[in-house]
């Protein structure tokens, strides 16, 4: 299948500082990509849907402000966690989604962030 | 919201079929039965999806029932490797129109010596 790659695989960070997540599409172009992050023992859950060239689309209760979300090129999106706290400890994970008839969505590794 | 129900947990003896039951009542026409899984704390991995026919691959088989209102995914001789979370999930596909992956709760199959 195709292959998505996102850096850093883990990060920890201070309190109030920023941490960008980068997600890229390595063997194919991208114009749609998903962003999720995921607790321990429970589901992923959809944060916002990102279309090359324009603003992302943010699920209900989602801070569009806290997550910061560009999708600059066919194969890169960037999710920023701004001024990071304890509480956005999580397993953030991207998805990128094929063009053609097929449209499928193949996923990154995953970005485990830990906040101290 | 999910769009299927899955039993929380499963457990499969090794060299056995894992057979998964996925229920989506309310599934649209238009909307395909994907399959994935997710190994801990990796990301979820593509294994299937399928419209009304029933599907093969090299990983599984995917049967769909003739009304689409459920469907079994089944992995023909699990393995150890095989222990993951699977998560079927009902979707748009297609180019531009393709929707969003919602994920629900998943099914947890163990697979044991």
């Known amino acids: 299948g195709a292959v998505v790659s996102q850096h850093p695989s883990w990060v920890i960070c201070k309190s109030g500082t920023s941490v960008k997540i980068e997600c890229r599409s390595l063997d194919f172009q991208a114009t749609t990509m998903f962003w999720y992050r995921q607790f321990p023992k429970q589901s992923l859950m959809l944060m916002a849907t990102s279309n090359e060239g324009s603003k992302a689309t943010y699920e209900q209760g989602v801070e569009k402000d806290k997550f910061l979300i560009n999708h600059a090129s066919l194969t890169l999106s960037t999710l920023t966690v701004t001024s990071a706290h304890p509480e956005d400890s999580s397993f953030y994970i991207c998805?990128?989604?094929?063009?053609?008839?097929?449209?499928?969505?193949?996923f990154g590794e995953g970005s485990r962030l830990t906040v101290l | 919201d999910a769009k299927t129900t899955q039993p929380p947990s499963m457990d499969c003896a090794e060299g056995r079929a894992a057979n998964l039951p996925c229920n989506h009542s309310t599934i649209s026409g238009n909307e395909y039965v994907y399959w994935y899984r997710q190994i801990h704390s990796q990301g979820p991995q593509y294994i299937i999806h399928g419209l009304k026919n029933n599907e093969t691959n090299e990983m599984a088989s995917l049967i769909i029932t003739e009304d689409r209102k459920s469907s079994t995914l089944i992995l023909p001789h699990a393995t150890l490797r095989d222990t993951a979370v699977y998560y079927c999930?009902?979707?748009?596909?297609?180019?531009?129109?393709?929707?969003?992956?919602?994920f629900g709760q998943g099914t947890e199959l163990s697979v044991k010596p």
């Open positions: 998805s990128a989604q094929t063009s053609g008839s097929s449209g499928e969505l193949f």
């Open positions: 999930i009902v979707r748009v596909a297609g180019g531009n129109q393709g929707g969003k992956l919602i």
